[in-house]
């Protein structure tokens, strides 16, 4: 009995040592795995929508030079296409079959801002997605900066239609206000404030008649995409 009591002592001993090295392996392996990333289509999907905005913004500031808020947009897609290319390469990952689709560029003004609006609420929700599930916090941080800039793009694009184009000045970061109408206007002010409310209806107006425009053609910023 005695000999008995020995060997399961010995057998409870051996197990419970086991069952510690086990555990430590675990914790060790699971120090060791990466964070979870972007998968590798995830990403390319990403790039390729950057590069899309990019031609967008390229077409449209070729065709409506006096919109400067194109021309500068296009600008900053590029840095966005480089930030996601550098983050890729740092996680291994390749995006090289990423390209811009073949999209339909919009034949007014009205249209284009209407369109490049609808696009780029696309791209702040494809980010969005990307984030709340990302892991790797130097991605992570990457990805907020695009959606930042993305609202910031947004913004700029519905300024310029609300206000119209020859009451703006873009540049890189946005759009600002031209005249001390629209200023004082903006700020609550009275005096010319119908005037340049009367002119933000007009400009919000031709918002509208564009996204109507677009939505008669049946055509959303995927669905324009043609094969790639």
């Known amino acids: 009995m005695a000999q008995l009591r020995k060997e399961k002592l010995k057998m409870k001993k051996i197990t419970k040592i086991f069952i510690t090295g086990l555990l430590t392996l675990i914790m060790i392996a699971g120090m060791s795995m990466p964070a979870m990333a972007a998968t590798e289509t995830e990403l390319t999907d990403m790039v390729s929508e950057e590069m899309t905005a990019n031609y967008l913004y390229t077409e449209l500031a070729a065709k ?27 996680l291994g990952l390749s995006v090289e079959a990423a390209k811009p689709a073949d999209i339909l560029i919009p034949e007014t003004v009205e249209d284009a801002l209407a369109f490049a609006m ?21 991605l992570k941080r990457v990805l907020n900066n695009l959606l930042k800039g993305s609202e910031r793009h947004y913004n700029a694009l519905k300024r310029v239609a609300d206000n119209g184009v020859e009451n703006c000045v873009c540049n890189e970061d946005g759009c600002t206000y031209q005249n001390k ?9 009275q005096g010319n404030g119908q005037k340049a409310n009367a002119n933000a209806q007009k400009g919000m107006g031709n918002g509208q ?11 959303t910023s995927n669905q324009c995409k043609r094969a790639q």
């Open 64 to 90: 409506f030079p006096e919109v400067k808020v194109f021309a500068n947009l296009a600008k900053s897609e590029m840095r966005h296409i480089a930030a996601l290319k550098k983050a890729a390469a740092r």
């Open 118 to 138: 609808a696009y780029e609420l696309e791209d702040i929700e494809m980010l969005k997605v990307l984030i709340e599930k990302e892991e790797d916090a130097m």
């Open 209 to 219: 008649k564009g996204q109507g425009n677009r939505n008669n053609s049946g055509c």
């Open 181 to 189: 109408v629209n200023n004082r206007s903006k700020n609550g002010g």
